[in-house]
């Protein structure tokens, strides 16, 4: 996305937050309460499919080898959540570990497809779900439910997560002591809070994330788009308000709880959205254990050039992650059992 797009995001947020100033402000102790594990699920697949191609990535051409299952799971009674899974070719039959794969605020499901190659030839499994007012998962016309959805948005994505959580368990090809959590930038910051409430997860990664709603709110590129229209006025006259409406789902309140749960958080040296200020308020508050590292890129999409730092991010996700998961591994290797799907091809 373009920088102005990105922006736009961004002070739709702050709108939003000042026009439900009079709406009831949001509860820290029941904002994520709509979850019930015992819900039956209702499950919807449309088959597996083979994808086998090469494409670009952040202008990085990377093999896209994979089999894909579209399916969609009730998150609450009525509401369907459309999901995908990625797993390795061939590897009916095993129960793998899988990466929960939470997306950004302007991504979809299917952006995993472009990213988890690497991920399924070392043996995971990888499943993502399209967050609310994303795919199909559009608010209506009414100017209530719009206003509003930015709120909704927070909470479902977290409740949605755990729920996806719930069913990844029920599944025969999956390991339900293996589950973990990668987040992009949206996705990394209500990931923090999944991480933080859900214990089944053993290990996150948290990719150009942040918290503090008002470092988040100063981040730079809001702050030029902002001076361009000579706006700064009222930027600093909503702030309050909107940090009261959005402070319930500000990750830095939850953070603590991921004690106990291995995190690593990648962030961005140069990020103009997400500042590295607002990384280091995130990064401050995560339990231990943690670790952050740093990277000479702006916001994935931001500035041209970044593309093969970013790829090396994910690669370093990657084989961060394979050390969390090498004990199993080398478990199953000494009981005689295969731990990792060879690459196809």
Not at 18 to 29: E, F, R, S, T, Y
Not at 137 to 157: E, G, H, I, V, Y
Not at 231 to 258: F, N, R, S
Not at 287 to 304: A, F, N, Q, S, T
Request: aromatic share 10%; with cysteine.
């Amino acid at each position: 996305m373009k920088r102005s797009a990105f922006a736009a995001v961004w002070m739709g947020l702050v709108v939003f937050a000042a026009v439900c100033a009079g709406a009831q402000p949001l509860d820290d102790a029941g904002f994520y309460a709509d979850y019930d594990p015992n819900l039956p699920f209702n499950v919807e697949s449309e088959g597996v499919k083979t994808v086998d191609k090469v494409d670009e990535i952040f202008g990085v051409e990377r093999p896209m080898r994979f089999e894909k299952e579209l399916f969609s799971f009730e998150s609450r009674e009525g509401e369907r959540v459309p999901s995908i899974m990625a797993r390795p070719i061939g590897s009916e039959g095993k129960k793998l570990p899988v990466i929960l794969f939470l997306h950004g605020s302007g991504q979809k499901k299917e952006f995993i497809e472009e990213i988890c190659t690497p991920f399924v030839e070392k043996g995971f499994a990888f499943a993502s779900f399209d967050q609310f007012t994303r795919g199909k998962r559009q608010p209506n016309d009414n100017p209530w439910a719009l206003m509003f959805s930015w709120r909704d948005r927070c909470w479902k994505t977290v409740n949605d997560a755990r729920r996806m959580v719930d069913y990844l368990q029920t599944r025969d090809d999956v390991d339900p002591e293996r589950i973990y959590l990668v987040g992009a930038s949206y996705g990394a910051i209500t990931g923090t809070t999944v991480i933080a409430r859900e214990k089944r997860i053993k290990a996150g990664v948290l990719v150009v994330g942040g918290g503090d709603f008002m470092t988040m709110v100063n981040a730079p590129i809001i702050q030029e788009e902002v001076g361009k229209r000579g706006l700064d006025w009222a930027l600093e006259l909503v702030k309050p308000i909107a940090h009261l409406i959005v402070d319930a789902a500000d990750p830095v309140h939850y953070a603590p709880g991921t004690e106990g749960t291995p995190v690593l958080m990648q962030s961005g040296s140069a990020d103009r959205l997400v500042s590295p200020e607002a990384g280091e308020k995130l990064y401050a508050a995560l339990g231990e254990p943690k670790e952050i590292r740093w990277y000479d890129v702006d916001h994935p999409g931001l500035r041209e050039g970044d593309g093969p730092e970013i790829v090396r991010m994910l690669d370093e996700g990657l084989e961060w992650m394979l050390e969390r998961d090498a004990p199993y591994r080398k478990a199953q290797t000494a009981s005689g059992t295969s731990a990792e799907t060879k690459p196809a091809g």
